[in-house]
């Protein structure tokens, strides 16, 4: 196997073992074992356990969607580019819901990496949002709601709903795709900040 | 400045946003440039590289020039002729 293809196949698996078990709860020669490799083979790429998180962690939080399909593929009022952008984020996370546990345990162990996360991953909701709302783009008459209180309702119903759905799975939702979910989140959402187009 | 000053017909400042506010707004602005015109859109997002590629090839404008500088990207755009 090449360097690169060594050094990838170490991260995925890696990243699997850290999303269910945590940094702690995760040993290199774990990682070791689950790659079928001695301890020596993960050092000569990752110096030290820590420096295999962190590159997990990087490589996670800098990953980004491209939403530039959810732009373009129809009309530029509000509530159609936000469902087709949203569309595309919950497809990325229902096919990696790893992603999510990494994050829940960034957010709790790295201010530096969260807003890494926030970056890349839920800087595209919170920016369409808030100044979608301050322009008053064209069809939209918003009430007197906070953009920024509005973007943070919608970062935190989003987030809640993909970990039901992805990571606990809870019973009361099993009926509903991750999709039909989060579609009807944001019909409520739109009505709480009194979209009309 | 660069050699393409002469021939910038618009200028497009998203620094700051995150896709897809950028691609919204180049979208629109296209539409109100004339055929041949060129726009100049800056951009900070380190995605917006792939994200103006992608609009190019989509949308059959023609990306003439693509440069970044301490993080701040600058995009020249033609739209075609008619």
Request: charged share 25%; aromatic share 10%; proline share 3%.
């Amino acid at each position: 196997m090449k360097a690169a293809e060594r050094r990838a196949s170490i991260l995925a698996v890696a990243k699997i073992l850290f999303a269910d078990c945590g940094y702690h709860g995760v040993s290199v020669d774990q990682i070791a074992q689950r790659l079928g490799v001695s301890p020596a083979v993960l050092y000569q790429h990752f110096a030290s356990k820590e420096a295999l998180y962190e590159a997990v962690l990087n490589e996670i939080a800098c990953r980004r969607e491209s939403y530039v399909e959810a732009a373009l593929a129809g009309d530029d009022d509000f509530a159609g580019v936000l469902l087709r952008m949203t569309r595309v984020y919950v497809d990325s996370v229902v096919e990696d819901p790893d992603y999510l546990k990494i994050e829940m345990q960034a957010l709790l162990e790295d201010a530096r990496l969260a807003q890494q996360f926030f970056d890349a991953r839920w800087k595209s909701f919170t920016d369409f949002i808030e100044v979608s709302m301050r322009e008053q783009t064209t069809g939209i008459n918003f009430s007197q709601v906070n953009p920024r209180i509005a973007s943070l309702m919608f970062q935190g119903m989003l987030r809640e709903a993909l970990y039901a759905k992805c990571i606990y799975q809870a019973e009361q939702y099993r009926d509903l795709s991750a999709q039909d979910l989060v579609e009807q989140l944001i019909r409520l959402f739109l009505n709480a900040i009194e979209y009309r187009q | 400045m660069n050699t393409f000053d002469n021939t910038i017909d618009m200028d497009l400042d998203t620094r700051g946003l995150n896709c897809p506010l950028p691609i919204l707004r180049a979208k629109k602005s296209m539409n109100e440039l004339a055929h041949g015109q060129v726009i100049r859109i800056t951009a900070t997002d380190p995605g917006s590289v792939k994200d103006f590629e992608s609009f190019c090839k989509q949308t059959g404008n023609e990306l003439l020039h693509s440069t970044e500088t301490n993080g701040e990207f600058v995009f020249l755009i033609r739209k075609p002729d008619a």
